[in-house]
Structure formats: structure tokens, C-alpha cells
């Protein structure tokens, strides 16, 4: 078992983020990326700003401290990753995948408490702590609380899990706000209606409505397998990749499953689980699974084909009696603010839907009736 040491940087100005950088970064993995992706040691190089010799050093050093070769090379020729170097970069990848949630919200941390350091004349921030199923937007969402010119200066505390834990932790009194995932048409007696209906009481729980995202089949690029339902998948025998117990993705797979009368062990690999919809994009596109459930936004983030199946509500929910508190009021501001509103349509597979309204259950979920 080899040591990992983690490390992070603190820039002056704070960049853009980007699509495509994970969040953790090393630079033996940064080199392997950039050779895999460019074909040669000089491209690398350039790629990373960085020197020729620079780059050959290191990857010397690496292969010494490793004891394997990391590249296959001979001058005049493409430099190509070895079997080992390309076995590195793929557990890298889905290891980033599957901690984005995680690292995600230490970095949010660590920017909280910097921001106390370096900014002597600003007001404390507004913590607002959110246990939700895991959503890009409600990662822009925080950057943009944190960082908006314009708007209240709030601190979005966000713990990833799934749905229906997410709840729990609310009515547990873990957290003041809740994020969860449902099909908006899905009638009173469906799975969805019958797990959540329990966990959420009327007159108690106030929903706020916050988009809509699409959900579907998360394929290779060009979907070689023609996979355009789940009796697709069960009937080529696809290798599928799930979600865990507990998660909204999960839930909506086993509600699609009853709609198209199919059972578990029709789909290959539904015992297979992964934390996130990153992760399960990152073992299609590794080629370790043929598809998986996920958002059109992790599919394109990978690089993979979509096969839309629905579009699902994604909700917040809090406490009746938490509605007045100054980080609530904060967060329903943001919400409803059009800068907000055209940052989430600009990203793949949202819309907004009834963003910061403040709702009773039957108002955002119909199957309540």
C-alpha cells in the first residue's frame, strides 16, 4: 500500500473554476494526463507550462520512486503510457470521482476560513448547513453565496449524501435545509411517494423549489451499444453501474424498473455501486461499465453520450420554523436572484423551476395529493 500525502494551495485572486481540473491535484498525474491527452513529452510540457527537461526529470524521478515504467518511448515516436502508467491515471480519475462530493465541501472549508483571516473589515458570513443528494448547481450555487457581488455573504455548508439521508438528517435536527430529487409525475402510490411521504409532514416541512435536471442512460460517446432504454440494457446484457441504497438516483432507477417491468438481476452489475453521478461517468468512460444512471451534466463532464429518460424536480426542504432565520431569508434572495437563474441555465441539463418559492407539498409535489 502506498502513502498518500495530501497538500492544497492558496492563491491571492481565486480563479474561475473550471470544468475539467479536478478538485485534488498532483503533478505526476497532471504530467500522465497531459501526455496521454497531447502524445508527446514536449506537448506535455507546454500544456503545463513547464519545461522539457523539467518534465523528463520528474518522470524519471517518478519511475525510480515507483520502481515501474510510467511511459513507452522512443525518440522520433509518440510517447504512449504504459500498461502501469495507464492503470495510475484510470484509479486517479475514478478516485476523483468518487471523493468530488467530499473534496468539493473541504474546499469550501478551507475558503471560509481564509476568508476570516484575510478580510479584517468583513461581517462574519451566514452559515446555512445543507445535507443533500449530490448537484453540480448546488456546488456553483455555494461558490456563488461565498463570492456574489450583490448578495448576502453566505456560507453554504453542504454534506453530500443521499435523498432520503438527507431528510432524516434534517428531521434529526443535523442540518437546516435538506436537498432531494424526485419525479414530479410520479403518482400516490409510486416508490417515490411511499419513501418520502413518511419523512415529510405538512405544517412542519415548507419545500422551496430550487430546478429542474435531466436524468438518463450515461453511454460511451457515439453510444456504439444503441442503448436507449433500460430493456436495452437488460437485453444486451450491458454492464450497468448503480447508485447506493438511500440515494435519489437509486430510487428513481428502482421506480423505472417497476414502470418497464423489469427486475434487478436482468441489469449486469446492478450489485455494482458508486457514491456519485461523476463516479459512475468515470466508469463508463474508463470502459470498466457500459452504462450507468446519471445527469446529462456528469456526462458531459466526462465526455459521454446522454440518453435522456426523464426530468426529475430537484427540491430543497427545511423546517417551517427555520424560515425566518437571517441564512434562510439569505439563501431564498439568492435563489430568486436573476444572476443566479442565468448561471444555472448555462449549465448542462437545468432549468430553474420555481427557484426560492416557498411552498406547501402539494404546490412541488403533485403525487402528495
Known amino acids: 500500500m502506498r502513502r498518500i500525502a495530501m497538500s492544497y494551495s492558496l492563491a491571492a ?14 503533478p505526476m498525474m497532471d504530467v500522465l494526463h497531459a501526455v496521454h491527452e497531447r502524445g508527446s513529452i ?40 504504459s500498461p502501469f502508467g495507464q492503470r495510475l491515471l484510470m484509479a486517479e480519475r475514478l478516485a476523483q470521482a468518487r471523493l468530488g462530493p467530499q473534496a468539493e465541501h473541504l474546499r469550501a472549508e478551507l ?47 453542504i454534506r453530500f449524501t443521499g435523498s432520503v439521508d438527507a431528510i432524516r438528517a434534517l428531521n434529526e435536527g443535523r ?8 419525479q414530479p409525475f410520479a403518482d400516490a402510490d409510486s416508490r417515490t411517494a411511499r419513501t418520502y411521504r413518511p419523512l415529510l409532514k405538512p405544517g412542519t416541512h415548507k419545500i422551496i ?9 450515461m453511454v460511451a460517446p457515439g453510444n456504439p451499444l444503441r442503448l436507449h432504454t433500460l430493456r436495452d440494457v437488460a437485453r444486451l446484457q450491458a454492464r450497468f453501474v448503480n447508485r447506493a441504497i438511500g440515494t435519489g438516483t437509486r430510487l428513481l432507477l428502482e421506480e423505472l424498473l417497476v414502470q418497464h417491468a423489469i427486475v434487478a438481476e436482468d441489469l449486469l452489475g446492478f450489485e455494482r455501486e458508486e457514491s456519485s453521478h461523476a463516479a459512475v461517468a468515470q466508469a463508463v468512460g474508463s470502459g470498466e461499465a457500459d452504462v450507468g444512471l446519471g445527469t446529462e451534466y456528469a456526462a458531459q463532464r466526462q465526455g459521454l453520450g446522454f440518453v435522456p429518460l426523464t426530468e426529475e424536480r430537484y427540491l430543497l426542504v427545511c423546517l417551517k420554523s427555520a424560515l425566518e ?28 423551476d420555481h427557484p426560492g418559492e416557498v411552498a406547501a407539498m402539494k404546490r412541488l409535489l403533485p403525487w402528495w395529493r
Do not use: I
Request: glycine share 8%.
Open 13 to 26: 485572486e481565486r480563479p474561475a473554476r473550471s470544468t475539467g481540473a479536478p478538485l485534488l491535484s498532483n
Open 42 to 81: 514536449s506537448a506535455a510540457a507546454r500544456q503545463l507550462g513547464l519545461s522539457y527537461r523539467h518534465v523528463w526529470g520528474q518522470l524519471k524521478d517518478w519511475e525510480a520512486q515507483l520502481g515501474r515504467e510510467l511511459l513507452v518511448w522512443e525518440r522520433g515516436q509518440a510517447a504512449l503510457l
Open 111 to 157: 475558503e471560509r476560513a481564509f476568508s476570516m483571516a484575510f478580510d479584517d473589515d468583513q461581517a462574519p458570513s451566514e452559515l446555512l448547513t445543507l445535507y443533500a443528494s449530490h448537484d453540480h448547481a448546488l456546488a456553483a450555487l455555494q461558490d456563488l453565496a461565498a463570492h456574489g457581488d450583490g448578495h448576502p455573504n453566505l456560507h453554504l455548508d
Open 175 to 182: 442540518c437546516l435545509l435538506a436537498g432531494f430529487h424526485t
Open 209 to 217: 423549489g430550487f430546478a429542474r435536471r435531466a436524468q438518463g442512460l
Open 325 to 352: 432565520l437571517p441564512a434562510v431569508q439569505s439563501l431564498l434572495t439568492l435563489l430568486r436572484s436573476a444572476r443566479w437563474q442565468q448561471q444555472l441555465q448555462a449549465l448542462p441539463g437545468y432549468q430553474p
